[in-house]
């Protein structure tokens, strides 16, 4: 047959070959990421996999928890895919039954101890939580203990562990790794302090100067810095915090094939470098940090158990709740 008469059929035959090869359908993520990023991370990965049809649903995380629940109880649960904050939520979902684990995903180049043991999460990232401070504050704190300091009285602002994913683990780092547990946050309060709403409120109030000392994850200073904003962010030397975005398959997605693929891009060094350019300290050791962050090896993040940290979740709002008469 000349090769004229088979163009038509080559243009027919090579495409569905390619498809067949390679995954399709449609991939449904729910994520707590800014839009911006998860349509970065979205596109990123169509380009690995064009034959996938990515939609997603963005929104904080107790909010696609909430949603999540709704879509269990009706027996219709819509999401592949989950990326949210923080791994006391993955591992809540993973003691009910709810996730799928991926048996084959390759994390040899990460730490013991960064993902789920039995590979039912990942973490993607390393977000933590220190102090930041309007520069024309006079002292300049150095240390957790620092914000009990009458330097600091009545002008530490700090998000809620009742509404805040990220600073619930924070309360539970802190109080399971430092001296005296919740009496450090009874320090705070008898320093008046004022907790209450989220991060981009901390940092509201500490750019504009209402506040001079706020507890706050690190990104959205070190950025904002980077814009021209007053503020400067401290990796306290005792250690930080840090929650770390993990990503989870579910057990009920339609789509499982192309729901490990999502996941094993995020793993890999192209998607953990993606995570450096959105500004991000990338979970993989590898990985160079943003502008703006110590060397990776000057940053001490304390010990975190999220098993631990789910069990006593009832008991550390409790206890906040008390403390600040929330």
């Not at 004022?194 to 994850?217: E, F």
């Not at 693929?261 to 993606?274: H, I, M, P, T």
């Not at 990338?282 to 502008?291: F, K, N, T, W």
Request: charged content about 20%.
């Amino acid at each position: 047959m000349p090769f004229k008469r088979l163009l038509p059929l080559l243009a027919v035959l090579v495409p569905a070959v390619a498809q067949a090869q390679g995954l399709s359908g449609n991939l449904v993520l729910y994520t707590s990421q800014p839009n911006t990023d998860a349509q970065q991370t979205i596109d990123a990965f169509k380009a690995k996999n064009p034959g996938v049809n990515v939609t997603f649903v963005r929104d904080g995380t107790p909010k696609i928890l909430a949603k999540l629940s709704a879509e269990f109880e009706a027996g219709q649960p819509r999401a592949d895919v989950l990326l949210i904050a923080d791994s006391v939520t993955m591992e809540g979902l993973k003691k009910e039954g709810r996730l799928l684990a991926h048996e084959k995903a390759d994390v040899s180049a990460y730490p013991a101890g960064t993902h789920d043991s039995q590979k039912f999460w990942f973490a993607t990232k390393l977000i933590t939580t220190g102090i930041a401070y309007n520069t024309k504050a006079s002292f300049k704190p150095t240390s957790w203990q620092d914000l009990t300091r009458p330097e600091v009285k009545g002008q530490l602002v700090m998000p809620s562990p009742l509404t805040s994913g990220a600073a619930l683990i924070h309360a539970a780092t802190l109080t399971g790794t430092m001296e005296g547990g919740w009496k450090y946050y009874e320090a705070l309060k008898d320093n008046d302090a004022v907790a209450g709403g989220g991060n981009g409120d901390v940092l509201k109030q500490v750019a504009g100067g209402q506040k001079l000392y706020g507890v706050i994850v690190d990104y959205m200073p070190i950025r904002e810095k980077a814009k021209g904003a007053p503020v400067e962010f401290v990796f306290p030397k005792e250690g930080v915090s840090a929650v770390s975005e993990p990503v989870a398959i579910l057990k009920s997605a339609k789509n499982p094939d192309a729901a490990r693929a999502f996941v094993d891009f995020l793993l890999s060094k192209e998607g953990q470098e993606l995570a450096l350019k959105q500004g991000y300290i990338a979970a993989h050791p590898a990985v160079a940090l943003p502008e703006g962050y110590p060397a990776r090896e000057q940053i001490k993040v304390m010990s975190f158990d999220a098993a631990k940290a789910l069990a006593d979740e009832t008991r550390n709002k409790a206890a906040f709740a008390d403390i600040f008469g929330q």
